[in-house]
């Protein structure tokens, strides 16, 4: 069955670090995958699209890349803030016009 | 400022009532969609609509009815058919950047 895998336990880092999250998936042959951050009690805010041609893309402090072979995708957020302080989610493409299918989605605490 | 309105941002749901989620965009989107979050899981898709006139299930629609007579408008029933409501609900639109927007969820409560 297809699934979609992302760290359910909270990653905790220190403030200027490089925090990275990993999404992994299965049985899934994704045009494109997005990142969205969601705050508590607040929907979620798209951030970026790869597409399964592309390898790596950049906006401001982040980063994605996209191994269609590992079936893998890595989210890096470069110099982090404790404002970053938020859960990730990633959304695979899965068929039909723009469908997508969420992960869980990990969280990620900035410590000063 | 272009973007999704739902509302009410709280819903208080009685036994055996039908109660409906309000989602309006100004965004120009053609595709909407209704998705439900519940603790430590992930976005599950209750109906998604790629036109006026048009919508199909997600992977939850039991217990859900949708309609889309305006491009604007997506609105969420939630029939007394759905035994677990409680849940908060999120609606979105996506246009030629492939990016979801959301709205800023419905939490509904059982009573």
């Known amino acids: 069955s297809q699934k979609i895998e992302q760290n359910s336990e909270a990653l905790n880092i220190q403030e200027g670090k490089t925090a990275t999250l990993t999404c992994n998936y299965t049985?899934?042959?994704?045009?494109?995958l997005q990142w969205y951050r969601q705050d508590p009690g607040r929907g979620p805010v798209f951030l970026l699209l790869i597409r399964e041609n592309e390898k790596e893309k950049r906006k401001e402090r982040l980063k994605v890349t996209f191994d269609t072979t590992l079936k893998q995708s890595l989210f890096h957020i470069t110099a982090s803030q404790p404002a970053d302080s938020a859960t990730y989610l990633c959304?695979?493409?899965?068929?039909?016009?723009?469908?997508?299918?969420f992960g869980t989605g990990t969280k990620l605490q900035v410590i000063p | 400022d272009g973007g999704i309105t739902q509302s009410p941002k709280y819903l208080f749901r009685k036994e055996g009532q039908n109660v409906t989620l309000s989602c309006e965009q100004n965004l120009n989107h053609d595709a909407m969609y209704w998705y439900r979050q519940d603790p430590g899981q992930g976005l599950r898709l209750i109906y998604y609509?790629?036109?006026?006139?048009?919508?199909q299930k997600g992977d939850i629609a039991e217990g859900y009815s949708v309609s889309r007579e305006k491009k604007e408008s997506f609105p969420l029933t939630v029939t007394s058919a759905q035994k677990n409501p409680t849940a908060f609900y999120l609606c979105?639109?996506?246009?030629?950047?492939?990016?979801?927007?959301f709205g800023s969820g419905t939490r509904l409560t059982v009573v």
């Open positions: 959304a695979l493409e899965s068929g039909g016009y723009q469908k997508v299918t």
């Open positions: 049985n899934y042959s994704p045009a494109y």
């Open positions: 979105a639109s996506s246009g030629d950047n492939y990016g979801y927007t």
């Open positions: 609509s790629q036109i006026v006139n048009d919508f």
